[in-house]
């Protein structure tokens, strides 16, 4: 793993030569990865060197990732719906669900293919063998948090999080300096009183818009990172009202934002599109969040540092998962003009956390509102019209912000390259003198305790 500026990343925007496009587009890894180590031995203009030293990585993680052909997939759909037939995969894989490449002129699927499948494909993999479609949704946790913020015009709760990492036995390196990030909560307006209640080492807390609790030791064999934290979210609910939204409004978080937020030729155009003869800026967010999740169907996706351009991605190939989703809707908003940015963290639920990502768009006079565009898809999928309205421009109290800007360096900065070099949610580790990959560390976290603090 090559050592790395945080702020490099934006090197991705750089176009890669021919000869490694054509081997990278015919899936010749091997190949691509031969002319990439012969092209960096040259002399060559910094921001091309560090492009070529950044799809090396994507190079090999794709390797990594991609590594089940189709039978193998089929056998493993097949374990759970015996049922399922060749005929039966090629048409889920149709729909987008199945992420692969070809390697060689082979099929090869994103190692998520399997759990995406039978995740977002359940209702028709069940209906393989009782003949009944059944895909009925509703989230009564949803709705009962939203009952409660009409009710009261806000919701506040407490959450006590515990995280951890530990160091899978072949990448033990005992008596070196490991440096550890686990994520803790985001200094910002929807969180407070934010305690650490323990640390299995001396820890640093940053101020940093990806902020972390950092440990640097010396590592012994079987060590284990972990923090144990607690934190008070409020979430106001807001009637919102075209009518009232003021006349001036801000132009900040409207620009590019390399390399993800890339306001594109075909980005610009959409937007443009979409945005019609509407000047209102609440309307014309709601016009952007209408378009992503009514167009966009949510799917687990390969590693984001092997996507080039995550919003073209979505809106081209149409599909994401709720990062993905929540950078389309973002470089919308900001091509028709509307602040927009990154914010992210956890999925919290008073017996579970998860990864997950969301974005927020900026109208006076309320202020910066909440999009979670991927939960807006799951809604307007099923017909939950509420909750599909709700999550733009609403939000709900089952979160962890981590993050309140995508990429941002942590502090103190990595030295070698992150496994997400655009989001933190379960933690980063290195060595003094070597990165730590996916399969180097395993990483987990878990709700300790859940209190409603409403109307006390």
Known sequence: MIRFREEDIKY?????????????????????????????????????????ELELEICREMQRDYYTDFDTLLGKIQEKYPACTAENLEYIISTGTADYIRKNGVRYFQRSARLNILECRRA???????????????????????????KHGYRKVRYRVREWLEVAEHAEREGKTIRVHLPYPAICEEQSDIVLHSSSHPVYIS????????????????DHFEIEFSYT?????????????????PNFYTEEELP???????????????????TNPLLLAWRA?????????????????????IPEFALLQGRGDCGVMALAFISLCRAMGVPARWQSGSHCRPTGIGSH????????????LHADISFGEGAYKHGDYELWKHYCGGFDTFREINNNSLGAPFDPPKKFLRTDPYDNQSGEAE?????????????????VEFEDLTGR
């Open 12 to 52: 991705i925007a750089v176009e890669l030569p021919d000869e490694v496009k054509f081997f990278k587009f015919s899936g010749d890894f091997e190949g691509e990865e031969k002319t990439v180590l012969r092209l960096l031995e040259g002399e060559l203009p910094i921001p091309l060197r560090r492009r070529l």
């Open 289 to 309: 969040y209408e378009y992503v999740t009514t167009h966009v169907t949510y799917s687990y996706m390969r590693e984001y540092l092997c996507i080039e351009n």
């Open 124 to 150: 028709y993999l069940e209906s393989l063998t009782s003949g009944v479609y059944d895909d009925a949704y509703r989230n009564e946790l949803r709705h009962e948090n939203l009952d409660i913020m009409k």
């Open 431 to 447: 060595y003094d003198d070597e990165g730590l990959g996916f399969g180097d560390i395993r990483k987990g976290r878990c709700i």
């Open 260 to 278: 993800q937020i890339r306001l594109t030729p075909f980005i610009r155009s959409l937007a443009k599109e979409i945005k019609g003869d509407e």
């Open 233 to 249: 979210l409020t979430v106001p609910y807001h009637d919102l009202d075209p009518a009232k939204v003021l006349p001036e409004q």
């Open 357 to 368: 990502d969301w974005a927020q768009f900026y109208v006076a006079p309320w202020g910066w």
């Open 207 to 222: 101020d940093a818009d990806q902020r972390t609790a950092f440990i640097e030791t010396e590592y012994k064999k079987g």
